[in-house]
């Protein structure tokens, strides 16, 4: 089992930034990628940004130039950092990992999920 803990969310108003992190804990485990998709009021989860353990990065266009994704890989942690924030990046920003976890000689691959951030940009 992999937990996943956000933390960085807040309010800020347009133009600002806030820097997101989520760190994954559990036993036997090693990460493959990690990335945060944003889930605005009545919509659909999206995302956002992903990075791969050896740092290839994957961007939304609407982010692009703006947020940037990095990785610890020594402490299962991912960040991301927001600048030039819109009121449209308000939502509830969640955590998402792709990890291989091993058992009794085995491996299997899962995906695990945080609980989510809320981050609220005012105009």
């Known amino acids: 089992q992999v937990q996943l803990v956000e933390s960085g969310g807040g309010l800020v108003q347009a133009g600002g930034s806030l820097r997101l992190s989520c760190t994954a804990s559990?036993?036997?485990?090693?990460?493959?990628?990690m990335g945060w998709y944003r889930q605005a009021r009545g919509k659909q989860r999206e995302l956002a940004a992903t990075?791969?353990?050896?740092?290839?990065?994957n961007y939304a266009e609407r982010v692009k130039g703006r947020f940037t994704i990095s990785i610890d890989n020594a402490k299962n942690t991912v960040f991301l950092q927001m600048n030039s924030l819109k009121p449209e990046d308000t939502g509830v920003y969640y955590c998402?990992?792709?990890?291989?976890?091993?058992?009794?000689?085995?491996?299997?691959?899962?995906?695990?999920w945080g609980q989510g951030t809320q981050v609220t940009v005012s105009s």
């Open positions: 998402n990992a792709h990890f291989t976890s091993y058992s009794g000689g085995t491996s299997r691959p899962g995906v695990g």
């Open positions: 559990g036993s036997m485990f090693s990460i493959n990628a």
């Open positions: 990075i791969t353990k050896d740092g290839r990065t």
